[in-house]
C-alpha cells in the first residue's frame, strides 16, 4: 500500500509564492510517476503538473507553465511543487497522485494515478 501527505499549502496574497510538498510512505517510492491536481470550488480536478520517475520528464498545464516547478526531493519519498507569481484563479485543493506499475503514460488524466493524498487548500487573495 502506499499513503500520500500533502503539505505546505495556505493563504497568500496574489502575487507571491508556496511551496507544496508530497510525502510518500509505505512501497518504494522511486518506481512511480508522479503528478500534481487541483480541484477549485464547483469544478472538475483538474491537471496541473506531472514528474516522471526519473525526473527526465516534467510536464505542466498551460495555465501554470512558467510560474509553477515540480521537482523530487532529495529524500526518495517526497516531490514538491514550488508556486510562484501566483493568481485568485490558482485557488483549489490540490492534490499529490502517484502512478503504479500501471501506468498508461496519460499524465494528465487522474485515472492514470493509482494513489492520491487528502489534499491540500491553497488560497489566493486579489
Known amino acids: 500500500q502506499v499513503q500520500l501527505e500533502e503539505s505546505g499549502g495556505g493563504l497568500v496574497e496574489a502575487g507571491g509564492s508556496l511551496s507544496l510538498s508530497c510525502a510518500v510512505s509505505g512501497r518504494t517510492f522511486n518506481v512511480y510517476d508522479m503528478g500534481w491536481f487541483r480541484q477549485a470550488p464547483g469544478k472538475e480536478r483538474t491537471f496541473v503538473a506531472h514528474?516522471?520517475?526519473?525526473?527526465?520528464?516534467?510536464y505542466y498545464a498551460d495555465s501554470v507553465r512558467g510560474r509553477f516547478t515540480i521537482s523530487r526531493g532529495k529524500e526518495e519519498n517526497t516531490a514538491h511543487l514550488q508556486m510562484n507569481s501566483l493568481k485568485p484563479e490558482d485557488t483549489a485543493v490540490y492534490y499529490c497522485?502517484?502512478?503504479?506499475?500501471?501506468?498508461?503514460?496519460?499524465?494528465?488524466?487522474?485515472?492514470?494515478?493509482?494513489?492520491w493524498g487528502q489534499g491540500i487548500q491553497v488560497t489566493v487573495s486579489s
Open positions: 514528474i516522471s520517475w526519473t525526473g527526465g520528464s516534467i
Open positions: 497522485a502517484a502512478a503504479g506499475t500501471q501506468y498508461s503514460g496519460k499524465y494528465a488524466d487522474s485515472a492514470a494515478y493509482e494513489y
